[in-house]
């Protein structure tokens, strides 16, 4: 079983760029969520995808989008670039029950992105 | 709006002491209440979990206490080693997915 895989690992950018992180779920999980988490501090949520259909948002602009593929696997993208930006994005797969309630989020170790 | 409040910031123990991390919520719609450890350079990693319905729950050295009336919830460490060394963040789950953490905890523990 592998566990949450995330890509690239570090990431240099310029205010205004546009940047697609993406991640790979665990096996069998066919949920993914987006945190950042600024440096010091802890991990908010941006939004999460359940089978290809946003499923709950964070208080971020539109410019942050994502996406999940049927494999479930995940980007986020985020355009026009801020200093503020700069933090490391994780990726938590979890499975999803039918009911609404959640099952235990994993991590993957993040991408940890720079904007210039 | 700070829905969860973490203390203290930081905290050194000595090897083989307890350490004791603190949560404190606002929402009442958080339904499961999980605790977090991240080392420099990962992903944070469930460490313990607990049910509202549930008041102690104990896994080898670690005990999550919870009381709902006063809505809080702390994470005890019993003998505490060094490889424990770690940031702690509590993050309770709202709508059974989104999970709101806390500002974490840096525990060192000396040995």
């Known amino acids: 079983e592998t566990g949450v895989t995330q890509s690239p690992t570090h990431l240099i950018k310029t205010r205004g760029q546009q940047v697609t992180l993406r991640c790979s779920s665990q096996s069998g999980h066919n949920t993914v969520s987006w945190y950042q988490q600024a440096l010091g501090q802890g991990p908010q949520f941006i939004f999460q995808?359940?089978?290809?259909?946003?499923?709950g948002r964070g208080n971020f602009p539109p410019r942050f989008s994502g996406l999940q593929f049927p494999n479930y696997s995940s980007e986020l993208n985020v355009n026009a670039l801020e200093l503020d930006d700069s933090a490391l994005y994780l990726c938590?797969?979890?499975?999803?029950?039918?009911?609404?309630?959640?099952?235990?989020?994993?991590f993957g170790p993040g991408t940890r992105l720079t904007v210039l | 709006q700070q829905q969860v409040k973490q203390s203290p910031q930081s905290l050194i123990v000595q090897k083989g002491g307890i350490s004791i991390i603190n949560c404190a919520y606002e929402?009442?719609?958080?339904?499961?209440f999980p605790w977090y450890q991240q080392f420099p350079g990962k992903g944070p990693a469930l460490l313990i979990a607990i049910r509202p319905d549930v008041s102690e729950k104990k896994e080898g050295r670690f005990t999550i206490s919870f009381n709902k009336s006063a809505k809080q919830f702390s994470l005890h460490i019993m003998d505490s080693q060094p490889g424990d060394s770690a940031t702690y963040f509590c993050a309770p789950v709202e709508y059974g997915n989104k999970l709101v953490f806390g500002a974490g905890t840096i525990l060192r523990v000396k040995s």
């Open positions: 929402n009442t719609a958080f339904d499961y």
């Open positions: 938590a797969s979890s499975s999803q029950k039918s009911t609404g309630m959640g099952d235990t989020q994993y």
């Open positions: 995808y359940y089978r290809e259909e946003e499923n």
